[in-house]
């Protein structure tokens, strides 16, 4: 059977890199045996045992000890294995070496009278004066020819006029890879000492003078980007390098002699460079004799957190926290307490965690096809001032939640805050997506979206309230969740009670703030005057859904009112840990404006007493704007249970339908009809490849052909819709409605709701969108829909297939959506089941209870858990927002798809095994219908990867409903998914599946 889910890429994606581990230096060598390489110091291996013998140390002892020589002596000490040789010599030298690694520092013995080792005299360059020591010293260095086996690298000078000469170790005209000498001359010219790392070892020039190249160099680059194709590395044409920044003309291949440390064995080599990409720069050493890779690495250097000043679109000057990875700089901000260690660069820029995080749409549309960018500088510094902005405004929102309000980031778990600017042409707008925050750059009403801190402190904590109270986006509650945007906008930007004053355009407001806490009606007179908002209950405006979700950005003024009035009362800091309390542990989904006065006032009580003064000021702030005592929202009862007996049906792992009414063992389902049509097969693609008529309990399912088909359990039936344009299918709990999917090849989020309750009957067809917190603003990033289930007949919730865009800043992944059939088509309303998951977690196969539609149960599948703990399924109360992720740990790899009994007395819980294939089992329910009670026992067996249990309602007609599926669907909308070559049908191909 195929497995639930497929992890695809994840947030911020590039191709992953697989490096070889560095080769580690041997273990377990002693000081004598690592003289034996050429110790630069004046002593053989023998001397050096009888020195230690001396001082009562054994070679590798692990305590230290010096022993002091006079004049002209030498005294070594012992730290470990690794031995340390101090050298006075007779001028007033003195030569510092560490054995083992060559090291060999030489300096003047200043307590001896030394103060340089040279002078540069007129008409004298520094390089002369440094060769002409290492002449003098050959027999401390063992440079046979100053001139020949030294070349000058470079040269480094100092603002203090000082000098710095890097010379590269040669041997027979061939550089020796990491062999060097360092001279340093003070601003007066003198030579104040020498840094080297050489090979001094005499077998080793002599070895070397043998060596030749029997490798081209083209060969050795062909073995070094066989291996990089071998190991995964992203490799990107040499066509598009050449035109990218780096202006990159291909690999390089270079002689070099070499050894993996001092003491190993010394081997021509070509050093070869290669980018593969244009972030990773990679270094090979390849045997020139032989072909052989010895050794290599990605040499991306200089990552880290990094500081820089930019200027923000205010034209204040800020600190920015940034993150350097080789030559190029992110607005990626590693510094916070959030951070989680451990990660890679490669993998910051794929998928940060904990981190904050600023990305660039270029002006584009937020969906699908585009492509999101980094923000980056090759020299940290940041010209773009909205880039700046919305980064630093991500770090003081934190900052404000972390220190304040003691939360975690906005998911309260040090989840990445990621900000996109510059979100397509011109728009008057910025929103909070469920995901992330995005910025337009204005138009017509309003500057740079990014300008203002109130702005991005409103649209996060839009993420605050979805990982905690989750308010429904729609009328009361959904104007309370604009109202704590609001009112966290006035906490963090805390200079006065106004939102939006620093990016509205006086000529469109012309208080000059788009809304005012203080005073909600903002200088206007009513509905037609812009930033208008009612400031009182006597002012609420009655809206519909198709009107701002039912007046969410209007109705928010008096809940607004009511807050100035508390923060006016006792002060910013105590109003908002009142505030923040009650969004975090009070309020549930659909919570009212009553429902927020006495979240609050419970808060206050429970902080500072009944009838305290906090309390009394709550009272009173809501009192003057006309909220009166609190009445909670009533929870839906649960309906009827359904008579007669029960039915079960399911989709066999031969893909064909079967049916049984005793509980216990498949009959098949009319196998003469279904065979008919569609040799018995379903659409294998689907989750949801059938439903159940909940009057009749007939079946309606799509077969492979992707057309609608009726097998009834008496009499016959066959093709009802002979369209190859469905994937899913289900009734509603009544039988009035019935919503499908629509099959394509290329991106298509459309759902067909058929309403059959009417004469006559209606369908309608929704284009689905991501919600965002923007009125009229949907996010294009849903790119298939699959199942389906109604959690009543207006309520439809679904999961889909999303991708947030292409390039670095991609992320793709299922999620849990509902959808209101009641809203218009043209601005359909959808809201979120879950707040945004980590990369690693997809969830589907949502199922609603039979006898109450506010509890469901979904498949969560954690793919950061090992092999055999990826798979659960969690219960949900969409009243009260509670979640029991602990419902069912399914305890294997295999999907397991769940589904209510008739009357909700039990679970049941279809799971794969490695042995027998999908079994049914079933377990009791505790009365919350949350929890499992016992133990799961077979129910079922081979009865199929998905079971279905018939419900029973009124009786609905379903004669039309032939007429209102042909000509559906309509032609799919056609959108290059990776916006490439590839054909769409390969980018299908790739979806993760379930």
């Known amino acids: 059977m195929k497995p639930l889910f497929a992890r695809s890429a994840a947030i911020l994606v590039l191709a992953a890199v697989t490096l070889p581990a560095f080769a580690m230096p041997p273990r377990g060598r002693t000081p004598a045996a690592a003289s034996k390489s050429g110790s630069p110091v004046a002593i053989d291996a023998k001397g050096l045992q009888a020195v230690a013998t001396a001082a009562n140390l054994k070679p590798g002892a692990k305590s230290a000890r010096t022993v002091f020589a006079s004049r002209g002596r030498s005294l070594q000490s ?10 006075i010599a007779k001028d007033g030298v003195i030569v510092t070496s560490e054995t083992r690694r060559g090291v060999t520092n030489v300096a003047p013995d200043e307590s001896r009278g030394g103060r340089s080792l040279g002078k540069t005299l007129p008409g004298q360059t520094p390089e002369a004066v440094a060769r002409e020591f290492v002449r003098s010293r050959k027999d401390v260095l063992a440079i046979d020819d100053a001139d020949a086996d030294l070349m000058l690298e470079r040269v480094e000078y100092g603002n203090d006029g000082s000098a710095h000469l890097f010379f590269t170790q040669q041997l027979h005209g061939i550089p020796f890879w990491g062999r060097q000498i360092a001279a340093h001359f003070d601003k007066t010219g003198s030579l104040e000492s020498l840094s080297c790392l050489i090979s001094t070892d005499a077998n080793t020039k002599v070895a070397a003078r043998g060596a030749t190249a029997l490798i081209p160099a083209a060969s050795a680059v062909a073995a070094v980007q066989k291996q990089m194709v071998h190991d995964g590395v992203q490799i990107e044409s040499l066509a598009s390098l050449k035109a990218s920044p780096l202006k990159y003309e291909g690999a390089t291949a270079v002689l070099h002699y070499w050894q993996r440390e001092i003491g190993d064995a010394t081997h021509l080599v070509w050093v070869v460079e290669d980018r593969p990409n244009i972030r990773d720069w ?16 990605n040499n991306t250097q200089s990552d880290g957190p990094a500081t ?5 679109l205010l034209g204040q000057s800020k600190t920015l926290r940034t993150y350097q990875v080789g030559s190029t700089y992110y607005l990626i901000d590693t510094t916070r307490p959030m951070f989680q260690s451990g990660q890679t660069s ?3 820029i794929q998928n940060p965690q904990g981190s904050i995080v600023t990305l660039d749409l270029r002006n584009e549309p937020a969906n699908s096809s585009s492509q999101i960018f980094h923000v980056t500088s090759n020299n940290n510094s940041w010209s773009d001032r909205t880039s700046v902005s919305a980064h630093d405004y991500g770090a003081v929102a934190y900052e404000y939640f972390r220190t304040t309000q003691n939360r975690n980031s906005l998911d309260g778990s040090g989840g990445s805050i990621l900000s996109i ?11 909070w997506n469920g995901q992330f925050m995005l910025y337009g750059d204005g138009g017509s009403l309003f500057n740079a979206l990014a300008r203002g801190l109130d702005v991005a402190a409103h649209e996060m904590t839009h993420g605050v309230t979805q990982h905690s109270a989750n308010l429904e986006y729609k009328n009361q509650s959904g104007a309370l969740n604009e109202s704590f945007s609001d009112v966290f906008g006035m906490m963090v930007d805390s200079d006065d009670y106004r939102m939006g004053e620093d990016v509205v355009k006086p000529s469109s407001f012309p208080s000059g703030a788009l809304r005012d806490l203080q005073n909600p009606h903002n200088g206007g007179s009513g509905m037609e005057d812009n930033g208008w908002q009612p400031a009182h209950m006597n002012e609420f405006v009655q809206l519909s859904l198709s009107q701002d979700n039912g007046g969410v950005h209007v109705n928010s003024g008096i809940p607004n009112k009511a807050a100035y009035n508390l923060t006016n009362a006792l002060g910013r800091t105590k109003a908002g840990s009142i505030y923040y309390k009650a969004l975090t542990t009070k309020l549930l989904k659909q919570s009212n404006f009553a429902d927020c006065r006495k979240a609050l006032e419970d808060v206050a009580i429970a902080d500072y007493g009944n009838n305290s003064t906090e309390h009394n000021a709550v009272k009173n702030a809501f009192a003057n704007v006309g909220i009166g005592s609190a009445g909670t929202s009533t929870p839906p009862p649960d309906d009827p249970a359904p008579s007669g007996s029960d039915q079960y049906f399911g989709v066999g792992e031969d893909n064909r339908l079967y049916y049984s009414n005793d509980g216990t063992t498949y009959s098949e389902l009319r196998p003469e009809i279904i065979n008919a049509f569609v040799g018995g097969q379903f659409d294998t693609g689907s989750a949801k490849p059938y439903t159940i008529d909940p009057v009749t309990g007939d079946a309606f399912f799509v077969g492979a052909d992707h057309n609608i088909y009726f097998a009834p359990i008496t009499g016959s039936g066959g093709l009802i819709a002979n369209t190859s344009g469905f994937a899913s299918i289900s009734f509603s709990p009544s039988g009035r409605k019935l919503a499908l999917t629509v099959f394509s090849s290329v991106k298509d989020n459309r759902i067909v709701i058929i309403d059959l309750g009417v004469e006559p009957s209606v369908s309608l067809t929704y284009s689905v969108y991501h919600p965002t917190t923007a009125a009229g603003v949907y996010d294009d990033t849903i790119y298939r829909i699959d199942a389906l289930e109604w959690i009543d007949d207006q309520l439809l919730i679904f999961d889909c297939f999303n991708s947030s865009g292409t390039g670095d800043g991609a ?15 043209g601005s359909p309303l959808v809201y979120p089941l879950l707040a945004a998951q980590p990369d690693s977690v997809d969830v589907g196969n949502p199922v609603v209870s039979t006898l109450n539609g506010t509890i469901i149960c979904f498949d969560y599948l954690d793919y950061s ?17 509670q979640i029991n992720a602990n419902f069912i740990t399914v305890g294997n790899d295999f999907a397991a798809v769940c589904d209510y009994a008739p009357d909700d007395s039990m679970i049941y819980l279809s799971r794969g095994t490695a042995s027998d294939g999908y079994d049914a089992y079933g377990a009791s329910l505790t009365s919350d219908r949350m929890s499992v009670t016992g133990n799961f026992q077979t129910a079922l067996t081979d009865g199929g990867y998905f079971n279905h249990f018939a419900k029973r309602g009124s009786s609905i007609s379903k004669g039309n409903l032939i007429n209102y599926l042909l000509g559906y669907p309509q032609t799919p909308e056609t959108v ?12 299908v191909a790739d979806f993760p599946t379930k």
């Open 78 to 87: 012992f730290s470990g294995k690794v031995a340390t040789t101090h050298r």
């Open 282 to 297: 990679y270094r090979f050493f390849v045997d020139a004799t032989s072909g052989e890779i010895l050794e290599y690495y």
């Open 308 to 312: 820089a000043n930019a200027t923000n």
């Open 346 to 348: 490669s993998q910051l």
């Open 421 to 431: 600017v510059h979100l397509d042409q011109n728009l008057d707008n910025a929103y």
């Open 811 to 825: 992320r793709q992944y299922w999620d849990i959506n509902i959808l209101d059939t009641n809203s218009p088509p």
């Open 865 to 881: 858990l090992p092999v055999n703990q990826k798979s659960y399924v969690w219960s949900a109360n969409l009243y009260t927002g």
């Open 976 to 987: 290059d998914f990776n916006d490439d070559a590839r054909s769409d049908a390969a980018d």
